[in-house]
């Protein structure tokens, strides 16, 4: 499917059980979150509401033109480093993204995070972080496409399937502000 086929819209309440599956489809296999537990839709609805009242916002790739169609992924941000616990980091989001994979590499996911850039530049955010499992090579060179800059390699600081893990932090500075 060609990306003009693409709509990038907010989602809706009725987009919450794509957006789970989505969420959920690499738990079991891989290591993209640092999770064994499966989310349930109403475990997604609690987040959803959570977002919408912080005024985050949930952007999801749409294949159905005019009309809500089917969500092949969804990205969006939230607080860094907790719920608004460090002052400090106000200006400063972190972002989460997740494609179907028969929608990898052809520009679903650029299109959903410049997308995200924009709403977090007009929200007035400065920074948005991407933390990366160290064994997503694709992730990286996703992210560094898009303008992210590695930062920071954390070893061992997660585990799942009984090994360690580790965390890259890639970082894309949204604006030319020299003060908050």
Do not use: C
């Not at 499917?1 to 959920?24: G, S």
């Not at 738990?27 to 537990?37: D, L, M």
């Not at 941000?77 to 106000?90: I, L, T």
């Not at 929608?103 to 991407?130: C, D, N, P, S, T």
């Amino acid at each position: 499917m060609p990306l003009e086929d693409v709509r990038i819209r907010d989602a809706l309440h009725q987009d919450i059980p794509a957006i789970t599956a989505l969420y959920n489809a690499w738990i079991p296999t891989r290591t993209i979150a640092w999770t064994e537990a499966l989310q349930t839709i109403e475990e997604r609805t609690r987040w959803f509401e959570r977002q919408r009242a912080q005024g985050f916002p949930i952007l999801v790739a749409d294949i159905g033109g005019e009309e809500r169609g089917e969500v092949v992924g969804f990205t969006s941000y939230g607080h860094f480093r907790g719920e608004g616990k460090w002052p400090g980091y106000s200006t400063t989001v972190e972002h989460t993204i997740h494609i179907r994979e028969d929608y990898w590499g052809r520009g679903v996911g650029r299109a959903l995070i410049e997308g995200l850039v924009e709403r977090a530049r007009a929200a007035g955010f400065h920074v948005m972080i991407g933390a990366v499992d160290g064994e997503n090579d694709d992730s990286v060179r996703f992210h560094a496409a898009l303008g992210f800059v590695e930062v920071a390699r954390m070893p061992q600081v997660g585990h799942k399937f009984g090994r360690w893990l580790d965390l890259i932090l890639m970082q894309r500075t949204l604006d030319d502000r020299d003060r908050p």
